[in-house]
């Protein structure tokens, strides 16, 4: 059974920062390419930044520069540092695999950033 469990988010002012953690269980989580999306009400998910297996990193246009994802594969846990928070950035963020993304989708964690 494959669990992602999202936490770390919150309430913040603009410009503030906040640390998002993912927690997988049930999958080789080290051999796997992850992802951190995120959905805005009324918005589709969209994939903000991805890391692979070896670390290699990628980031969504909006996020780049802000956003730093990182991995530590002993602990099967994902992490994306966010800074320089803008008001656009509130939304429920979520982890899963990437490209392919499990069915098995977290809660999520809610991210609101005040103007």
């Known amino acids: 059974q494959v669990q992602l469990v999202e936490s770390g988010g919150g309430l913040v002012q603009a410009g503030g920062s906040l640390r998002l953690s993912c927690a997988a269980s049930?999958?080789?989580?080290?051999?796997?390419?992850m992802g951190w999306y995120r959905q805005a009400p009324g918005k589709q998910r969209d994939l903000v930044a991805r890391?692979?297996?070896?670390?290699?990193?990628n980031y969504a246009d909006s996020v780049k520069g802000r956003f730093t994802i990182s991995r530590d594969n002993a602990k099967n846990t994902m992490y994306l540092q966010m800074n320089s928070l803008k008001p656009e950035d509130t939304a429920v963020y979520y982890c899963?695999?990437?490209?392919?993304?499990?069915?098995?989708w977290g809660q999520g964690t809610q991210v609101t950033v005040s103007s």
């Open positions: 890391i692979t297996s070896g670390g290699i990193t």
């Open positions: 049930g999958i080789t989580f080290r051999l796997m390419t």
């Open positions: 899963n695999l990437f490209p392919r993304p499990f069915d098995s």
